[in-house]
């Protein structure tokens, strides 16, 4: 029987029993929709976080408390307090020949806490102490007001700038700008406004309310630690000879002898983008293989409702053997018939994949996410590819079994 042929009864046998058939590619459906989805929302959210660090910009180096593998995160990723970086540990930096590539740098120390403005409040809003070199080191721009001085951080004024998002929260649209509201029990001055600055991973720049670095340790949080330090590199070049410099002047400041005994990690954003890189590609093919197990089910599921179509075509195996079909005839009737129902069960789940990939991206984009659409070739072709596979192995026991009955007692089966 031409393969022709084979497509075209294949066909009218699945549209015979349409409920059986949809059934029978279920699994598979679902199997191939959920690779396809996750492997989709994978790449869309890799790309977010590696936009979103890169938009930082790439002359960035961050430094952490608290030791790690140079390919992990360090401890204070996780939450874990670690108090080993503290103001001074700045000031050695930029003044330090062994960094003189360091243009700008601020140590940083977050807390969250109950913001008020006339009896409305934001709720537990967070802010960040950091030095008045902020704006050099992230390059923010303002929609109105100014950043604070050094005077003003030395001399722990309360004074804020506040991020676009919490300008609209509080305010209401109104200007904001010297105006008072309360973070705790402390009334701050509004001098600032930023430009909407987005999300960068999980945290919305324009949520923050930044506040001079020694005012939110003395006044707010009771601490001399930092949470981080955070310089810029004259230029991208420089970022290794930066790195090891910083390295070599905190050991000298926190005595110690070797690189097994650090207490602090650092980072630049190539490292970040890289270790990001890893980290959602693993988690991405591990959900994969994970959803890839129902494609089992499926290819199941496909062998148990070939096995009923052998049972049901008795009679007609039994007809075309008399008349001199071979075995090899039969296996691939039955064979190309099952590739039939997987293929067409391929291309639904690849569909359902992406729309519903669609939609998530279209959610995420209405929450502020700047969401990349992503349904890569490689993908499609894995799930194709899988799905074929799925379809020879389950398919082969059933087209076997039909190829070898006997024709008289096929003819004779009621």
Not at 119 to 129: I, P, W
């Amino acid at each position: 029987m031409e393969v022709r042929n084979i497509f075209k009864l294949s066909l009218s046998n699945l549209r015979a029993n349409p409920l059986r058939s949809f059934l029978t590619m279920l699994g598979l459906i679902i199997g191939i929709g959920s690779v396809v989805l996750i492997i989709s929302l994978g790449a869309g959210a890799q790309a977010l976080i590696i936009s979103q660090v890169n938009s930082l910009g790439s002359n960035l180096v961050g430094v952490l408390p608290g030791a790690s593998d140079e390919k992990g995160p360090p401890a204070s990723v996780f939450g874990i307090q670690v108090k080993t970086l503290v103001n001074d540990d700045v000031k050695a930096l930029l003044n330090d020949s062994r960094t003189q590539h360091l243009v700008a740098a601020s140590g940083y120390a977050q807390g969250k806490a109950p913001m008020v403005y006339d009896n409305q409040e934001l709720g537990a809003g967070t802010f960040m102490g950091v030095e008045a070199s902020y704006p050099e080191v992230e390059n923010v721009k303002f929609k109105a007001g100014r950043f604070f001085t050094r005077e003003e951080d030395a001399g722990l004024a309360r004074v804020a700038v506040v991020g676009y998002r919490v300008a609209q929260d509080l305010w209401a649209g109104d200007d904001p700008l010297g105006k008072t509201f309360k973070i705790k029990r402390e009334l701050f001055r509004v001098i600032g406004v930023l430009e909407p600055r987005g999300r960068v991973g999980f945290s919305n720049l324009d949520n923050y309310v930044f506040i001079p670095l020694n005012t939110a340790q003395k006044i707010l949080l009771g601490q001399r630690h930092l949470s981080l330090i955070r310089g810029r590199v004259d230029k991208a070049e420089n970022i290794e000879i930066t790195v090891a410099g910083i390295k070599e002047v905190l050991r000298d400041r926190h005595n110690i002898s070797s690189a097994e005994e650090d207490d602090f990690s650092v980072r630049n954003a190539a490292d970040a983008v890289e270790l990001l890189r890893t980290v959602t590609d693993a988690f991405k093919f591990f959900l994969a293989a994970i959803a890839a197990i129902s494609l089992l089910v499926g290819g199941i599921g496909i062998m148990n409702i070939m096995l009923v179509a052998v049972t049901e075509r008795y009679r007609e195996i039994g007809l075309r053997k008399a008349v001199g079909a071979k075995q090899a005839n039969i296996q691939n009737q039955f064979l190309l018939e099952t590739l039939v129902v997987t293929g067409i069960g391929s291309v639904i789940g690849i569909l359902g994949g992406a729309a519903i990939s669609g939609l998530v991206t279209i959610i995420a984009r209405a929450l502020g996410y700047d969401w990349v659409f992503i349904v890569s070739w490689s993908s499609i072709i894995l799930a194709v590819s899988v799905g074929l596979i799925i379809g020879l192995l389950f398919g082969f026991y059933p087209a076997r079994r039909a190829a070898k009955l006997d024709p008289i007692t096929a003819l004779r089966y009621e």
